[in-house]
């Protein structure tokens, strides 16, 4: 099997191609979705990862990976049905999710913030993250998201503040893929210490995979999604 990537392709194009890799660049901190603009062969730099390791890992996973994964399926569908799809499968999860998780945050923080002063900063960000992510989202269904298909319309008017208004859409990813960063720092990777309880551990699994589906979330949108009108 012939892998369709090289050293000096994109990372986000590596995860168009064989999406199950985005687990191996979240493992070495390797930025897919709002930095995935970037050449794998940079990528790298600063990370504990030699480049050709991770081709090897890569590779890998390409060939043990369908390619009718979620992702893959995406690229070729229709931006009213990748539309759809962010709405039904990342949009309305994340609402309940962010408000359901948030009251656990909370107990967390309050119970063992004393001793584990890194919780008081996970209350923190959590609560920035979920605003953020609460606001941006509604405006996205609301207005962003219709604007953007109106591009594909050659007589729409005013397609630079349209196009202004995507561009604006990608900053808010970039805000919360710092805040997302920022939780898996100071948390270690997620990883809750020894003396941690089923809540604290709970926590910290659910950020995790809050932020496993906010980075694919993002991705389709900044590297399938917008692309084919910016």
Request: proline share 4%; glycine share 4%.
């Amino acid at each position: 099997m012939t892998v369709p990537f090289t050293t000096d392709s994109l990372v986000r194009d590596i995860v168009n191609e064989a999406p199950k890799t985005s687990d191996i660049f979240k493992k070495y901190r390797i930025d897919f979705c709002c930095g995935g603009n970037t050449p794998l062969s940079t990528a790298v730099n600063g990370k504990r990862v030699e480049l050709n390791e991770l081709m090897e890992e890569l590779t890998t996973v390409y060939e043990s990976s369908e390619q009718s994964d979620d992702m893959a399926i995406w690229t070729n569908s229709s931006s009213e049905d990748i539309i759809q799809h962010i709405i039904e499968r990342y949009h309305r999860p994340l609402d309940e999710e962010l408000h359901s998780l948030s009251p656990y945050v909370t107990k967390v923080a309050r119970v063992h913030g004393e001793n584990h002063s890194e919780l008081l900063n996970v209350f923190q960000l959590f609560n920035e993250l979920k605003k953020e992510l609460l606001e941006h989202t509604e405006k996205e269904e609301a207005t962003s998201l219709p604007l953007l298909l109106s591009l594909e319309d050659p007589q729409t008017e005013n397609r630079e503040e349209i196009i202004a208004t995507i561009r604006e859409l990608e900053k808010e990813h970039d805000h919360a893929g710092d805040i997302l960063k920022q939780l898996r720092e100071i948390t270690n990777d997620f990883t809750p210490p020894a003396d941690a309880c089923g809540t604290y551990r709970l926590v910290y699994k659910r950020l995790e995979m809050l932020e496993g589906d906010t980075f694919m979330h993002v991705h389709l949108e900044n590297n399938i999604l917008f692309p084919r009108y910016i």
